[in-house]
């Protein structure tokens, strides 16, 4: 079974950063970005990016380069990203909401890196690093010397532009590279697809080291709209809805937990500042159209809820659907939709062969959105980028590990992960990832991680724990983890056992693990 995409033919440069520099030769005055008070103009904005672009360049750090960026969401953190992309050079995000041991595993795992722009409010997370860190506060005396006009390099759509970490099923962040013709194709389905236009104002509200953010990031430059950045390190609901209150702003990409805080926000407020907007564009774990039914059914709400699916590996977003269309009766779990340009979603068995209409089968993604790969990749996950014969011709394919269908009206239903890794709170989690940062913790001999549904169908991490000695105090393990890891991969719940259970063929015996955990939070009546 093959959904394909409307074929749209891309520009014989397929360059994202291109687009940027268009608006600002045709609208050089248009505010670009706003943040903390503080805007600059297209023009002002262009020409602060084409100084950092030079600056790299002049230092050898040009196409084929890959570029940490460590900020805080500001007018600099677009400079960076701009600037780099200029340069000819990739980005490597690196979150400043991280804690620095999570960000010195990160830093780790990018080969050749070629060094890190900070702050003097991030530097210090990443002062472990092995390159040199920019504080691009301090080079500014240096930046105004040069040139504001571009430099004369090179960039082609086969060109990595980004590259992002997500969880390896081995339990090692991967470190997957995005093409400028699979960023541009995303972009400009967007734009073509829903209308974007000048007007199209964005709030980012993600964290910055989430795939999804990379396009929230672009998307308003790429079609000549203004980007707003909230001054927060991270998500602050009130700030955020206090921003949306008082800005002309038009387009919301997030997670799906993020939606419901807002919707959450707006309804015990009786605001409007949601359903006033044009777009939001959610999705990254199930959905739970409950939390959503009265709040889109409400008098006046104009915005149109895009539920959507994709991967970081195949640049964020490969297929949409609108949710006005969503009948719960109808549907037993809501559509992600159509495949974006250029795209074609595959549903194949275990033998890589096309399952039929209705049938459950492996998503795979084919087409423009396909990514470059991991670039620390040479374990079993590389070999989820493969090649297959559609009609007689190779076609290079992504293994996504979701199992799906396509439905009656011809939409793809994702059902969840083939493998044992979990979308918490929209971040893609892989448990042995929490399991081996809590066994480096003193008085943790053994631990597993599972992931328990509570009665609203959110998923929840719950730690097993065998300590050395005594047991151990949930708020102190939380604590110490949270020294080591993101606060989206900390278990809601610890439990002190004295042994891990084992299957019939010695594995973690999860389910037995699963079952404890409904007796144990059965018998207190209380949710993890």
């Not at 955020?240 to 807002?262: D, K, P």
Request: proline share 5%.
């Amino acid at each position: 079974m093959i959904l394909q995409g409307k074929r749209v033919a891309l520009p014989a440069v397929p360059v994202v950063h291109r687009r940027f520099e268009a608006h600002a030769r045709a609208t050089p005055d248009e505010v670009a970005v706003f943040c903390a008070g503080r805007q600059v103009t297209y023009a002002e904005l262009d020409a602060k990016a084409n100084r950092f672009a030079h600056f790299l360049t002049a230092r050898g750090h040009g196409p084929g380069a890959k570029v940490g960026v460590c900020l805080d969401y500001s007018i600099d953190i677009v400079v960076a990203i701009l600037g780099t992309l200029k340069a000819g050079a990739a980005y490597v995000p690196f979150d400043p909401a991280y804690p620095a041991a999570r960000l010195r595993l990160l830093l780790g795992q990018v080969p050749d890196l070629a060094l890190i722009v900070a702050s003097p409010a991030t530097a210090e997370l990443v002062e472990s690093a092995a390159v040199e860190v920019l504080v691009l506060e301090e080079l500014s005396e240096h930046l105004d010397t040069l040139p504001t006009t571009g430099p004369d390099v090179p960039v082609t759509g086969d060109d990595v532009c980004y590259a992002v970490f997500t969880s390896g099923s081995t339990g090692t962040p991967k470190l997957t590279a995005v093409r400028h013709e699979g960023w541009f194709n995303l972009l400009n389905w967007l734009m073509i697809e829903y209308g974007l236009h000048s007007g199209s104002n964005n709030l980012v509200v993600s964290a910055f080291g989430f795939d999804l953010s990379q396009r929230s990031l672009m998307m308003p430059l790429f079609c000549g709209a203004t980007q707003y950045l909230m001054a927060s390190r991270n998500f602050d609901a009130a700030m955020a809805y206090g921003m949306l209150n008082r800005h002309e702003i038009r387009t919301v990409h997030c997670a799906s937990s993020t939606l419901y805080l807002l919707v959450d926000w707006e309804t015990a407020r009786g605001g409007d500042a949601l359903t006033r907007l044009d777009y939001v564009l959610f999705g990254g774990e199930p959905l739970h159209a409950e939390r959503l039914t009265d709040w889109a059914g409400r008098a006046g709400n104009t915005c149109t809820l895009l539920h959507q699916y994709g991967v970081a590996e195949c640049t964020d977003v490969a297929s949409s659907y609108d949710l006005a269309d969503y009948r719960p009766g109808e549907h037993e779990i809501a559509p992600v939709g159509r495949p974006a340009y250029n795209t074609d979603l595959h549903l194949v068995d275990e033998d890589m062969r096309g399952v039929g209409a209705g049938e459950y089968g492996e998503i795979c993604i084919s087409g423009t959105s396909v990514g470059a790969g991991y670039l620390n990749g040479t374990g079993p996950e590389s070999e989820r980028f493969t090649t297959i014969v559609v009609d007689g011709e190779p076609r290079r394919l992504y293994r996504t590990g979701d199992r799906g269908r396509v439905n009656e009206a011809g939409d793809l239903v994702v059902a969840g992960r083939m493998d044992a890794q979990v979308k918490v709170r929209g971040m893609r989690i892989d448990p042995t990832d929490i399991e081996r940062a809590l066994g480096r913790l003193a008085g943790v001999r053994q631990a597993a991680v599972v992931t328990r549904y509570t009665d609203s169908g959110e998923a929840e991490l719950i730690a097993f724990i065998v300590p050395t000695g005594d047991d151990l105090a949930e708020n102190d393990v939380r604590a110490r983890l949270l020294e080591t890891l993101p606060r989206n991969m900390v278990p809601v719940g610890f439990v002190n056992i004295p042994r891990i259970p084992l299957s019939p063929h010695g594995k973690v015996d999860r389910a037995a693990l699963l079952d404890a955990c409904r007796n144990r939070y059965a018998d207190s009546g209380t949710s993890a």
